[in-house]
């Protein structure tokens, strides 16, 4: 197996994962990459993409398939649930698990409404050895029955590390202030970036009035070596 689509089972029926294995025999350090607003697009793919040249399992779960296939995609985000988001992570890494693949440690990264799942799973799922925020706002706000993610930080056991833009509204300077002053309440390990003369989905190169070259750049190569540390040398939980 290289790179591609696969269907999975979930317990909301099946499920499609944008899949990178490497080649070589398992077992593999793997990403998670969670989807920003407009799913597992161009932008989602070709993070998968260079996690996998890195020598990552990476894969990227496609979390509206609950939904009709005729809902706009800017009224996705609200329909989506706390609960099946992390379900559905849970579902994602034990594919991973699977002989056939063969993972050793895990971590996960999200953008946008991603990165706001990053933190919703890192309090949730205790076998996350890693975890990257880019840009994840409405931090404050529940989707579903469960607590909203700001709630449940208490729950992440693993390393943080954040990338965000000054000129960003959601999550503002002023929201990335108060989630970091609770983890560190908290004593949770974080690193927090912020990126000056920069907005939201600095990521996204489809979006060019938003993406910002030095703050991509910048936030990719201290993920990797963030991932580096956790992941392919295993320190540091």
Known sequence: MTIGWETIPTDGGSMRIYLGVPERPGPHPGVIVLQHRDAVDESIQDMVNRFYREGYVAA?????YRQ???VEMAKRPGLL????IIADVQATIARLKKPDIGLSHIGVVGFCMGG?????VASAISELDAAVVCYGGSMMVARGDTPAPFERLSGIQCPVIGFFGADDPNPSPAD???ISAELTRLGKW???HTYRDTGHAFHNF????????????GSWHEMLAFFS????????R
């Open 60 to 64: 990227a779960p496609e979390l509206y």
């Open 229 to 236: 540390q956790h992941l392919k040398r295993g320190n540091g």
């Open 190 to 192: 974080h690193e927090f």
């Open 206 to 217: 489809r979006e060019k009035d938003r993406y910002r070259e030095r703050a991509a750049r």
């Open 116 to 120: 706001r799942a990053s933190f919703l």
């Open 81 to 84: 649930k706390d609960a099946e």
């Open 68 to 70: 009709p296939a005729d």
């Open 176 to 178: 990335v202030a108060k």
